[in-house]
C-alpha cells in the first residue's frame, strides 16, 4: 500500500519538513543540547543519518524518539535501560512514527478535529488494524507516560481519550451489518479502569461481522457472569492491565469458563509467562488485530479456549 507524504499530514508544523535544529529541539523539549548528542553517540537515539560536517536537523520520527527517550529517563529509568525500551517501541517503523509525532503534536495542542483527521488518514495510509495497533494505541500509552510524569494535565489526556473514542464510535457506527446474532462481550477486570484497548477491539470485530458490547471499567465479576448468560455470549474477554488487579481479573476469567464461554484474556498483569500459568482460556497477547483473529478462529471453530 502507498504512503501518504509527510506534507499532507494534518496538523503538520513548520519546519518538519526539512527537519529540527538542534537548538529548537532542546528547547521544546527540554533536553539539553549536550544530553541530545550523547544520547545519539552512546544509544543511537535516535539513529540519524548525515553526511560530515552537516548540522543536527531532526525529522518527525527523530523527534518522537527523543520525546521517548526522554520520557522513559523522567519515570526512572537509567539511560541504557530506556533506549533499549525506546529501540523496542521503534521497532513500528515506517509511516506510523509520523502519524504518531503529528498526533502527539496535536493532542499538545487540544486540537480534537485534527486528531480524528490524522487517525482518518493513518487507517487509509496504513489500513485499520495498522492504525489501530501502530498508531492509536502507541499515541495513547505515550499520553499516558506524559500525565505519569508531569509532562501533560488531566485536561490533556481526558481531551483526547474523548477526541479518539468519538473516532472509534464513528468507525463502529460505519462497520457492516453483523453476520452472526450472539454478542461478544469485552470488559475491564474488577479493578481496572482503562477501556480504550477494548473499544479498538470491539471496533475491529465489528467490522469482522461480530456484534459487541464493552462493559467497561471495574466490571464486577458477578455483573459479567449475567451479563454473558443474559445474552448468551459467544465468547468474553478480560482485560487487566494492573498487576495489583489480576487477582480479581482472574475470578473473573473462572467465573466465565465454568459457563463454558470462550474466555479470553489480556493486559499488562498477563505480560509473562509466569502470570499465565493455570488461567482458564485464550492470553490474547499484545496486538489488537492479532487478538481478533485469536477470537474469531476459535468462534470459527466452535470449541472452548484452552488453558494459558
Given at each position: 500500500?502507498?504512503?501518504?507524504?509527510?506534507?499532507?499530514?494534518p496538523?503538520?508544523?513548520?519546519?518538519?519538513?526539512?527537519?529540527?535544529?538542534?537548538a529548537e529541539?532542546?528547547?521544546?523539549?527540554?533536553?539539553?543540547?549536550?544530553?541530545?548528542?550523547?544520547?545519539?553517540?552512546?544509544y543511537?537515539?535516535?539513529?540519524?543519518?548525515?553526511?560530515?560536517?552537516?548540522?543536527?536537523?531532526?525529522?518527525?520520527?527523530e523527534?518522537?524518539?527523543?520525546?521517548?527517550?526522554?520520557?522513559?529517563?523522567?519515570?526512572?529509568?537509567?539511560?541504557?535501560?530506556?533506549a533499549?525500551?525506546?529501540?523496542e517501541?521503534l521497532?513500528?517503523?515506517?509511516p506510523a512514527?509520523?502519524?504518531?509525532?503529528?498526533?502527539?503534536?496535536q493532542?499538545?495542542?487540544?486540537?480534537?478535529a485534527?486528531?480524528?483527521a490524522?487517525?482518518?488518514?493513518?487507517a487509509?495510509?496504513?489500513g485499520?488494524?495498522?492504525?489501530?495497533?501502530?498508531?492509536?494505541?502507541?499515541?495513547?500509552r505515550?499520553?499516558?507516560?506524559?500525565?505519569s510524569?508531569?509532562?501533560?494535565?488531566?485536561?490533556?489526556?481526558r481531551?483526547?481519550?474523548?477526541?479518539?473514542?468519538t473516532?472509534?464510535?464513528?468507525?463502529?457506527?460505519?462497520?457492516?451489518p453483523?453476520?452472526?446474532?450472539?454478542?461478544?462481550?469485552?470488559?475491564c477486570?474488577?479493578?481496572?479502569?482503562?477501556?480504550?484497548?477494548?473499544?479498538?477491539m470491539?471496533?475491529m470485530?465489528?467490522?469482522?461481522?461480530?456484534?459487541c458490547?464493552?462493559?467497561?471499567?471495574?466490571?464486577?465479576?458477578?455483573?459479567?457472569v449475567?451479563?454473558a448468560t443474559?445474552?448468551?455470549?459467544?465468547a468474553?474477554?478480560?482485560?487487566?492491565?494492573?498487576?495489583?488487579?489480576r487477582?480479581?481479573?482472574?475470578?473473573?476469567?473462572d467465573?466465565?469458563?465454568?459457563l463454558?464461554?470462550?474466555?479470553?484474556?489480556?493486559?499488562?498483569?498477563?505480560?509473562?509467562?509466569?502470570s499465565?500459568?493455570?488461567?482458564?482460556?485464550?492470553?490474547l497477547?499484545?496486538?489488537?488485530?492479532?487478538?481478533c483473529?485469536?477470537?474469531?478462529a476459535?468462534?470459527?471453530?466452535?470449541?472452548?479456549?484452552?488453558?494459558?
Amino acid at each position: 500500500m502507498a504512503t501518504t507524504p509527510i506534507d499532507e499530514v494534518p496538523g503538520r508544523r513548520e519546519p518538519t519538513a526539512n527537519g529540527v535544529p538542534i537548538a529548537e529541539l532542546s528547547a521544546v523539549l527540554g533536553v539539553p543540547m549536550p544530553t541530545l548528542r550523547s544520547w545519539e553517540l552512546r544509544y543511537g537515539i535516535p539513529t540519524m543519518n548525515r553526511t560530515s560536517g552537516r548540522h543536527r536537523r531532526y525529522l518527525p520520527d527523530e523527534v518522537h524518539a527523543i520525546r521517548l527517550m526522554r520520557d522513559e529517563i523522567s519515570r526512572g529509568q537509567k539511560a541504557a535501560l530506556a533506549a533499549a525500551t525506546v529501540r523496542e517501541v521503534l521497532g513500528i517503523g515506517g509511516p506510523a512514527g509520523v502519524f504518531i509525532h503529528r498526533l502527539l503534536e496535536q493532542s499538545e495542542d487540544g486540537d480534537t478535529a485534527a486528531i480524528r483527521a490524522t487517525l482518518d488518514l493513518a487507517a487509509k495510509t496504513l489500513g485499520l488494524g495498522e492504525c489501530v495497533d501502530d498508531v492509536l494505541l502507541p499515541s495513547m500509552r505515550q499520553i499516558g507516560i506524559w500525565w505519569s510524569v508531569g509532562h501533560c494535565d488531566v485536561t490533556q489526556e481526558r481531551t483526547t481519550t474523548e477526541s479518539v473514542r468519538t473516532w472509534l464510535d464513528r468507525r463502529s457506527a460505519f462497520a457492516p451489518p453483523p453476520t452472526d446474532t450472539r454478542m461478544i462481550l469485552l470488559a475491564c477486570g474488577p479493578s481496572d479502569l482503562h477501556t480504550i484497548g477494548l473499544e479498538c477491539m470491539a471496533m475491529m470485530l465489528r467490522h469482522d461481522g461480530w456484534p459487541c458490547r464493552v462493559l467497561g471499567a471495574r466490571t464486577p465479576t458477578a455483573t459479567l457472569v449475567t451479563a454473558a448468560t443474559v445474552v448468551d455470549a459467544a465468547a468474553v474477554v478480560v482485560v487487566s492491565q494492573m498487576p495489583t488487579g489480576r487477582r480479581h481479573a482472574v475470578e473473573s476469567i473462572d467465573a466465565v469458563h465454568r459457563l463454558r464461554i470462550p474466555v479470553f484474556y489480556a493486559g499488562n498483569s498477563f505480560g509473562t509467562p509466569r502470570s499465565r500459568q493455570h488461567i482458564q482460556g485464550t492470553y490474547l497477547g499484545t496486538r489488537i488485530q492479532g487478538a481478533c483473529a485469536q477470537v474469531l478462529a476459535v468462534l470459527r471453530d466452535g470449541g472452548l479456549t484452552a488453558v494459558g
